[in-house]
């Protein structure tokens, strides 16, 4: 247990320098953002004032300025999306860069007095505890983003949101932050069992090599077939035999049952297949 | 004492290892002999469990390799096995945290002998002072069995007297020690059993000390008998 943890925070640090210039070019793009975004409409209603027009016939030709006006732009979700392309892509670099280069580091780690097992389930978690670190801090910077825009934008030319109906107004982060625990249940317990399953493919292609991407890639079908199962024969075969929540049920074994089974995989692999 | 047991390898249809057997006891150094590509790091590997043999067995103290038995034997290979960001003493540190066999004293005394600075980072690491810092983080554990793979290939001839120095010190004494090189003229007097490998087959296994005594031949005379014939 204690190496499970020493690893984990050993992973973690070799990310956090990524990890610090993620988050700050998110604040930085958001930030700008809101500060542009707001400036602009007032921008654009101080213009109107100074046409002649009054403050009513402003709002009503420009409406009334909300969060969403920034959620919506491609400086808000730019960071979004690129510290979601910066995990996806750190989900393989996290296994290769062990293996790369002059200094074969998997030799260590492969050399380790702990469960090999240990070295794959730390990689998963620290993948897991950046997706939730860097989804909280997106939250602190909603709330900060929120009273910046109160401050730079006046009451009257305002609507204001709270931090749910921001959310809910704006497909990604709807996303990233689900209504119900059970949503929330859902949407992080799928996407730790993808991070499981493409570890296990990676694992094929380390001990396997060329044969290995064939395996690997056979595994992850039969993986997303094993869990998508309850669903293909609810839709055909049983012709919507199932109530939603034996439905749920069903997807929730049939994901236990993947993860497990990619676990157990892994565990095979590490310790009599792997080639360093 | 370690047991390679006929153990097969391939890689694709190539067989690298062919029934190869050897032991290597406690307190003994055992050399690997052979020209490049005739699997001696391999066999290293194998005895590891960091490449799968496709058969045979490997024993240590007449067991199989487990992850407590990486508290009783090292390798030490050819290339650096830690971050090239960190710096020494990062790589020290790293090896305390994980290994209850790391002994500090002793890694202090070797960085001290091999004139290492603890500050200096693996990535700006010369040759030379790449093999010291492997032979550090390797001979710090207290462990039975060290494996080193061409601890003197490609280095200067300052540090391969100071590699070579070990061989004689208390570092490795009391140690069972498998060494592969294929240019053994700095340690050949210190060796030993001495294990000729060719084209993944073992041509001879012999104790350098009865040979030398009884045929009155080095282990480089063994070598051109072998590989000539």
New interface residues.
């Given amino acids: 247990m204690m190496s499970y943890l020493k690893l984990t925070n050993f992973e973690l640090s070799r990310f956090f320098k990524m990890y610090l210039v993620l988050i700050g070019i998110t604040l930085v793009m958001q930030t700008l953002s809101v500060v542009w975004t707001a400036n602009n409409y007032l921008g654009e209603i101080n213009e109107q004032l100074s046409s002649g027009s009054t403050v009513e016939e402003a709002i009503n030709g420009w409406g009334l300025f909300s969060f969403d006006f920034i959620t919506r732009g491609f400086w808000f979700s730019a960071p979004i999306l690129l510290c979601i392309a910066s995990l996806l892509i750190y989900v393989f670099f996290i296994w290769y860069r062990d293996w790369l280069g002059k200094n074969t580091f998997a030799y260590r780690l492969f050399m380790l007095p702990t469960a090999r097992l240990n070295v794959f389930l730390a990689k998963a978690t620290a993948i897991f505890l950046m997706v939730l670190g860097l989804i909280s801090i997106q939250l602190v910077f909603l709330t900060i983003e929120n009273e910046l825009m109160k401050m730079i934008v006046p009451n009257t030319f305002r609507e204001d949101l709270t931090i749910n109906e921001i959310i809910n107004g704006f497909d990604y982060l709807r996303v990233l932050y689900p209504v119900s625990f059970i949503q929330f249940f859902i949407n992080y317990g799928i996407g730790f069992m993808a991070v499981i399953v493409v570890f296990t493919g990676i694992l094929f292609e380390r001990s396997f090599r060329w044969k290995g991407i064939i395996l690997g890639v056979l595994f992850s079908g039969i993986a997303l077939i094993v869990f998508f199962l309850p669903i293909l024969l609810h839709e055909t075969i049983l012709n919507h035999f199932f109530y939603p929540t034996e439905l749920f049920i069903l997807m929730l074994i049939s994901g236990l049952i993947v993860i497990a089974g990619s676990i157990w995989m892994s565990n095979y692999l590490l310790n009599k297949k792997i080639r360093v | 004492m370690i047991e390679v047991k006929d153990i097969t390898k391939k890689f694709g249809r190539k067989k690298v290892l062919n029934g190869v057997s050897f032991t290597a006891n406690k307190g003994e150094i055992t050399c690997l002999i052979g020209i490049n590509g005739v699997g001696k790091t391999t066999v290293l590997?194998a005895i590891?469990?960091?490449?799968?043999i496709n058969s045979g067995e490997i024993l240590i103290d007449g067991n199989k390799i487990n992850?407590?038995?990486?508290?009783k034997i090292?390798?030490i290979?050819d290339?650096?096995?830690?971050?090239?960001s960190m710096k020494i003493s990062d790589a020290m540190t790293?090896m305390a945290?994980?290994?209850?066999?790391w002994n500090q004293t002793r890694a202090d005394e070797l960085l001290s002998f091999f004139k290492l600075d603890a500050n200096e980072r693996?990535?700006s690491l010369s040759k030379g002072n790449t093999a010291k810092v492997n032979m550090l983080l390797g001979l710090a554990l207290d462990v039975d069995y060290l494996l080193m793979d061409e601890p003197f290939s490609g280095i200067d001839i300052f540090s391969r007297e100071q590699i070579a120095e070990v061989f004689t010190s208390h570092l490795v004494e009391d140690r069972g020690v498998i060494i592969t090189t294929h240019e053994i003229n700095d340690i050949e007097h210190l060796i030993d059993k001495a294990v000729l490998l060719n084209d993944g087959v073992v041509l001879r296994e012999f104790n350098a000390e009865e040979v030398r005594e009884t045929e009155g031949k080095s282990i480089i005379d063994v070598m051109r008998e072998v590989y000539h014939a």
């Fill in positions: 590997n590891m469990n960091l490449t799968p992850k407590d038995s990486y508290e090292t390798f290979p290339a650096i096995t830690m971050l090239p790293f945290d994980f290994y209850n066999a693996i990535s």
